[in-house]
């Protein structure tokens, strides 16, 4: 099971009334490669993968919905006071007419989530390296976030954010050697 | 959406505002939030590295220690702002503290 | 200006001679770090705990600065 703490991995600090960046950000909530289909994704193969490493694709998959709730606080910090009309000039418009202020985990173009961008193939390397690429994605749709707001406290969040995808590419890349490499010795190479 | 209430029945004069119920939130707060965010930081950072290290005895004591150093952390925190946790993980005082704002998304 | 890291890689686009805009003489990405390590050896040094969290890693070897590429135009140097 799960237990919530009632804390985020990393404060979330937004310093400029942005409800167009909010449109953007929806990208890493409900977007192909963002952090929902992450965890899905890690947290659905780790019943068909080998037991060592399986602790991997757990504890980055646990992870992942800390950074969807990240995720989530922007948005929210973003969209909570905005007028409607603000929202309406910020491209929102469409989202308010189905879900006012609610989230909802759609793209930034406002396509719904679906399980189609996540793959489990049951192949240990097929879906190790589906992990690997994702990340890789996830990485550059932070940098093109990063990009977006000239906002530096957001900013710092998402540089958090990428550089965690960086960490959680190079554990799946040992992944990919440990089950290539059954051998239990020391592996320095 | 607030600007739709009818002021008649709802005004901002007889409202509180939603940061006054709950623990109050002050610069404490999130300095000792902050404190636990790098001490659990590094566990996760450790517990990800340990997952394909399991061998690496230096690292498991660093993660032993570190588990060690967030207990008393987190005890100062809750006994100033409320459980960290639900479900049996933290002590509840009276009355029950853990749906009590702010959550984290609030702060 | 543009960011300079030894992680920034650059190359030429393709000018063609009826490019509607204003070409752009280079574009730029990144290669991270981890794409040189196979496996993390053991004893890495690592940030104070403080520092591990802003950057949003316990190691230098795996830490990739980004700057945001705003408000200039890529190319123009």
């Given at each position: 099971?799960?237990?919530?703490?009632?804390?985020?991995?990393?404060?979330?600090?937004?310093?400029?009334?942005?409800?167009?960046?909010?449109?953007?950000?929806?990208?890493?909530?409900?977007?192909?490669?963002?952090?929902?289909?992450?965890?899905l994704?890690?947290?659905?193969?780790?019943?068909?993968?080998?037991?060592?490493?399986?602790?991997?694709?757990?504890?980055?998959?646990t992870?992942?919905?800390?950074?969807?709730?990240?995720?989530?606080?922007?948005?929210?910090?973003?969209?909570?006071?905005?007028t409607?009309?603000?929202?309406?000039?910020?491209?929102?418009?469409?989202?308010?007419?189905?879900?006012?202020?609610?989230?909802?985990?759609?793209?930034?173009?406002?396509?719904?989530?679906?399980?189609?961008?996540?793959?489990?193939?049951?192949?240990?390397?097929?879906?190790?390296?589906?992990?690997i690429?994702?990340?890789?994605?996830?990485?550059?749709?932070?940098?093109?976030?990063?990009?977006?707001?000239?906002?530096?406290?957001?900013?710092?969040?998402?540089?958090?954010?990428?550089?965690?995808?960086i960490?959680?590419?190079?554990?799946?890349?040992?992944?990919?050697?440990?089950?290539?490499?059954?051998?239990?010795?020391?592996?320095?190479? | 959406?607030?600007?739709?209430?009818?002021?008649?029945?709802?005004?901002?004069?007889?409202?509180?505002?939603?940061?006054?119920?709950?623990?109050?939130?002050?610069?404490?707060?999130?300095?000792?939030?902050?404190?636990?965010?790098?001490?659990?930081?590094?566990?996760?950072?450790?517990?990800?590295?340990?997952?394909?290290?399991?061998?690496?005895?230096?690292?498991?004591?660093q993660?032993?220690?570190?588990?060690?150093?967030?207990?008393?952390?987190?005890?100062?925190f809750?006994?100033?702002?409320?459980?960290?946790?639900n479900?049996?993980?933290?002590?509840?005082?009276?009355?029950f503290?853990?749906?009590?704002?702010?959550w984290?998304?609030?702060? | 200006?543009?960011?300079?890291?030894?992680?920034?890689?650059?190359?030429?686009?393709?000018?063609?001679p009826?490019?509607?805009?204003?070409?752009?003489?280079?574009?730029?990405?990144?290669?991270?770090?981890?794409?040189?390590?196979?496996?993390?050896?053991?004893?890495?040094?690592?940030?104070?705990?403080?520092?591990?969290?802003?950057?949003?890693?316990?190691?230098?070897?795996?830490?990739?600065?980004?700057?945001?590429?705003?408000?200039?135009?890529?190319?123009?140097?």
């Open positions: 099971m799960w237990v919530y703490e009632k804390k985020l991995q990393y404060p979330v600090r937004v310093s400029k009334c942005d409800p167009t960046m909010a449109k953007y950000l929806l990208e890493q909530y409900g977007g192909a490669d963002g952090e929902l289909a992450a965890a994704r890690y947290l659905n193969q780790r019943y068909t993968i080998p037991d060592k490493v399986i602790g991997v694709l757990n504890d980055i998959g992870e992942e919905f800390a950074h969807l709730e990240m995720i989530a606080t922007m948005v929210y910090k973003l969209t909570k006071d905005a409607v009309e603000q929202l309406e000039c910020a491209g929102l418009g469409a989202h308010y007419a189905a879900h006012d202020k609610a989230l909802f985990y759609n793209n930034a173009s406002g396509v719904p989530f679906t399980a189609a961008y996540i793959q489990a193939k049951g192949d240990p390397l097929a879906d190790l390296y589906e992990d690429a994702a990340e890789e994605k996830a990485r550059a749709t932070y940098q093109w976030l990063i990009d977006m707001t000239d906002d530096v406290d957001l900013q710092d969040s998402l540089k958090f954010l990428r550089e965690r995808e960490v959680h590419a190079t554990r799946f890349r040992e992944a990919v050697e440990i089950i290539k490499d059954d051998r239990t010795q020391k592996r320095i190479f | 959406m607030s600007e739709n209430l009818n002021p008649e029945h709802v005004s901002p004069a007889n409202m509180k505002p939603e940061t006054q119920k709950g623990a109050a939130i002050d610069q404490r707060y999130y300095e000792l939030l902050e404190k636990i965010q790098v001490v659990d930081f590094a566990l996760v950072e450790l517990n990800l590295y340990l997952d394909t290290h399991p061998d690496d005895l230096k690292s498991v004591e993660y032993n220690r570190l588990a060690q150093e967030r207990i008393p952390l987190v005890r100062q809750q006994e100033l702002y409320g459980p960290l946790m479900f049996g993980h933290a002590y509840s005082r009276f009355p503290e853990w749906p009590q704002a702010p984290p998304w609030q702060v | 200006m543009v960011n300079v890291n030894n992680q920034v890689r650059v190359y030429k686009p393709f000018i063609g009826f490019d509607p805009c204003p070409p752009m003489l280079y574009r730029t990405y990144v290669i991270p770090p981890n794409q040189y390590i196979t496996f993390q050896p053991l004893d890495w040094p690592q940030f104070s705990l403080q520092e591990a969290l802003t950057r949003g890693t316990l190691w230098p070897n795996l830490y990739s600065p980004y700057s945001p590429n705003r408000s200039v135009q890529e190319g123009e140097a």
